[in-house]
């Protein structure tokens, strides 16, 4: 009974390949996000979806385009990937509610290899 | 002036002893704070949140807040060689409505 889940778990691809990261959560939540964790660690956000409406879009390139078929589904599509995009790809997700809560639960990665 | 500032490590402690893990932050209007822990090839756990100044109990973790000095810390009593991880502190920032991470303090709990 996996809370959020992501697939693949690895991928590896050349540059300027198109690949897709999906993700799933049954916790009943109504914001997911995408979070992308770089060689040194650092852990940022991406995006933001609450209820399928993008609330949070950082400054992330173009190739990268969520998105949200469903409340429970947020998919990452990158186009003509980089080098520099090589990282792990985190799905989180939340349920906002009025006050100050937003425990994020966080899905297991996608390591993406960019060859 | 980074928004999350964490001493990057690694912390050593003793087993048994009381790890202490620090983070301040830039914005006054933050409301909650969080602790994560990673271990390595793994995702973020959420192990500790708090809202109001003060401490927070759960088991042989505490976290502690002070709005004031703009600083959160988490203390893990009788350290265990299972706690060695990232601890990574977050914070939601009142503008943008989103988590902003801290780089995390490696943790060593040396038996």
């Known amino acids: 009974d996996t809370a959020v889940s992501q697939t693949p778990k690895y991928l590896v691809t050349q540059m300027g390949n198109d690949k897709s990261i999906k993700c799933e959560q049954n916790l009943g939540h109504d914001t997911m996000y995408w979070y992308k964790q770089d060689s040194k660690k650092f852990l940022k956000i991406m995006f933001s979806y609450n209820n399928k409406e993008l609330i949070i879009n950082e400054t992330v390139p173009n190739r990268f385009s969520p998105k949200s078929p469903d409340k429970a589904h947020l998919n990452l599509h990158i186009n003509s990937l980089e080098l520099g995009d090589s990282a792990v790809y985190f799905c989180a997700s939340s349920q906002i509610r009025t006050g100050a809560s937003y425990e994020q639960y966080f899905g297991p990665g996608t390591r993406l290899t960019v060859t | 002036q980074k928004e999350v500032e964490q001493n990057s490590g690694p912390l050593s402690v003793p087993e048994g002893a009381i790890a202490s893990l620090n983070c301040t932050y830039s914005?006054?209007?933050?409301?909650?704070f969080f602790w994560y822990r990673q271990y390595s090839g793994k995702s973020p756990e959420l192990i500790m949140f708090i809202y109001s100044n003060g401490d927070k109990e759960d088991g042989r973790f505490t976290a502690q807040l002070n709005k004031a000095s703009q600083y959160v810390s988490l203390l893990i009593r009788d350290s265990q060689p299972s706690d060695s991880a990232t601890y990574l502190c977050?914070?939601?920032?009142?503008?943008?409505?989103?988590?902003?991470f801290g780089a995390g303090t490696i943790l060593r709990v040396k038996s």
């Open positions: 914005d006054r209007g933050s409301q909650s």
């Open positions: 977050a914070v939601n920032m009142e503008y943008g409505n989103k988590l902003v």
